[in-house]
């Protein structure tokens, strides 16, 4: 009988109504705030609840103001008509929101209200409200401290410099009452056995006393650390040491190292005992005439390096009783002249500021008679920092005269750079 009513076409006529009655009766359901009766009885139009999270935004003058505890999202329940809750789950057009327009600094409870979910659905955020701090928003300039740990287990026989960030200074930018906590901007940087000049680069960001982060922002953003590290060095004079005598008839006028110094590299408190270096004995066994050898320096113990490892020495020889070569030689002679002025080549004093001997005593070779009229203002004494990067550096001494003598000591001489710190503070 049923296949029989499926074959009328008066029958496909009110089954069609019937479907377009129901459709229509779900659409009016769904758009309407009060509940309907015929919608209550379809499956398809019922009601639902759901509980999801939901992000939260916040009005207020950005440019002005910081918010402090402001939720991401909010825990909420939504009921209503479930084609309803089907449709926030598809356009998502929906979220709750903090109006914090007119209030004045300080702590408030704000209202946490609901922004397009539609009429006929009911709202229920977990926080109904939400406590706010709201703060004058402004930049502070503030100094970047490195603090380097573990400098005591560095590489031996190297020390470490004073690091050198990018910036020394940071721009901080936040609530005004949270910043009065910023004092630095801290960088730890560990140097356990390091050997070398290392950098290392940093996400800046500020903590309070109690080791919590500030919410703020940073310009810049990360910083870059070079930290120096440096072989510890002392210049030492050379003793040149000698064996066995020189032929019979002949004898030694002098003996003179073309260097008079070297550079040895170690712990401190190891370089703090040496005060000198020998040369390994030079054999003067059979020598009638003046003669150059070149001889190794004997490297004191516990040291890492030294500098130079062997020297030129000058061994003046001549027979006894020779007048002439006796002569020649007794018009070389030495003379020690004190204060001479220090010249600095290449030194940025806006960088840097600098520990060096500004006067020395030399040492000089001559004739008598050259030397007997020489004084400080005759020579000029100079070194070369130019380029050089904070930590202490063993340089070679240049010097400068129009007079006829030879400077024999000293060759080089220990400058230490340190990088001079900018500290100051600017609020806006």
Not at 236 to 246: A, D, E, L, Q, Y
């Amino acid at each position: 009988m049923f296949e029989k009513w499926f074959n009328e076409r008066w029958f496909l006529r009110i089954v069609a109504v019937l479907l377009a009655v129901m459709l229509y009766l779900m659409v009016a359901g769904s758009s309407s705030s009060g509940k309907s009766d015929a919608a209550s009885l379809l499956p398809i139009a019922g009601q639902g609840s759901t509980t999801f999270d939901v992000p939260v935004t916040v009005n207020y003058d950005e440019s002005q103001w910081v918010a402090y505890n402001i939720p991401t999202t909010i825990e909420t329940t939504v009921k209503g008509p479930s084609s309803s809750l089907t449709m926030l789950r598809l356009v998502k057009d929906f979220g709750l929101s903090l109006d914090l327009e007119g209030l004045d600094p300080g702590y408030h409870r704000v209202r946490v209200t609901a922004n397009g979910f539609g009429k006929d659905v009911e709202v229920t955020p977990k926080q109904e409200t939400v406590e706010v701090f709201l703060d004058k928003k402004v930049t502070k300039q503030v100094p970047v401290q490195v603090a380097l740990l573990n400098k005591n287990k560095i590489a031996e026989g190297y020390v470490v410099g004073e690091a050198q960030p990018s910036k020394q200074t940071v721009a901080v930018t936040g609530g005004a009452e949270k910043l009065q906590a910023i004092t630095s901007i801290q960088v730890p940087i560990d140097v356990t056995g390091r050997a070398s000049t290392f950098m290392e680069s940093f996400n800046v960001k500020a903590t309070d006393t109690n080791g919590n982060a500030i919410s703020a922002t940073y310009d810049p953003e990360q910083l870059e650390v070079t930290v120096p590290v440096y072989k510890e060095s002392k210049t030492v004079p050379i003793n040149v040491k000698t064996t066995g005598s020189v032929k019979k008839g002949y004898k030694v006028v002098k003996i003179v190292p073309v260097v008079t110094e070297a550079r040895l590299y170690g712990t401190k408190e190891e370089l703090t005992r040496i005060g000198s270096v020998d040369t390994k004995a030079i054999a003067l066994k059979g020598l009638t005439k003046t003669t150059d050898k070149t001889i190794e320096l004997v490297e004191p113990d516990n040291v890492t390096a030294m500098d130079p490892t062997s020297i030129t020495v000058s061994i003046v020889v001549e027979k006894e009783n020779a007048k002439s070569t006796t002569e020649t030689v007794e018009e070389r002679a030495e003379k020690t002249i004190t204060g001479v002025p220090v010249t600095l080549n290449g030194f940025d004093e806006s960088k840097y500021t600098i520990d060096y001997a500004e006067t020395i005593d030399l040492v000089v070779r001559g004739s008598e008679a050259d030397l007997a009229s020489i004084d400080a203002t005759d020579i000029k004494a100079v070194i070369d920092v130019t380029g050089l990067k904070e930590g202490t550096h063993g340089l070679p001494i240049s010097y400068q005269t129009s007079k006829a003598f030879d400077v024999l000591r000293p060759d080089n001489m220990d400058v230490t750079l340190k990088t001079i710190p900018r500290t100051s503070v600017q609020t806006n």
